[in-house]
């Protein structure tokens, strides 16, 4: 077991490592949406690369989720197969959210350096996938919202 400050700084030291490991500019929070993000996931029993929507508009919400459910088939067959569609994801603190996400398909912890590397690769391969997707159909993605 890890204490507070010793778990902080191991996940200090994992977020600067892919930093120096990967580093460019991802999308993230750049999407010019609202409430509309990608996010890396990591803890202490899996890693994840995600598209969370989670404005406190549930209509706009629904909309976007449903606009990326329409590309759904594009999004499997030619960007990431693995990729899962969850109306109801349920985080840590409670909130409920519509999360798209790939899970690393390894076993992961946060704890374990020996499980960085292979969690680094993943996040860099999904998450340059995702981005091109996403500014594949992001005009298309906006409508559902901004028409």
Known sequence: MFSKEEAAQLRKEF??????SFPRKWVL??????????KFVADKNKALVCLDIE?????????????????????TEEYL????????????????IHRIYI?????????????WRAAYEFFNVTMNQFELFYEDYEDFIKQAVYN
């Open 29 to 38: 929070y750049n999407t010019q949406i609202k409430d509309f993000s990608f």
């Open 55 to 75: 404005s406190f508009d549930k209509n706009k919400n629904q909309l976007l989720f449903d606009q990326i459910l329409a590309l759904k088939t594009i999004l």
């Open 15 to 20: 977020w600067t490592s892919f930093g120096k």
């Open 103 to 115: 899970e690393h398909p390894e076993k992961f912890n946060i704890h374990d350096k020996n499980t």
């Open 81 to 96: 197969a693995e990729i899962i569609f969850d109306a109801a994801y349920i985080l840590e603190n409670g909130k409920a």
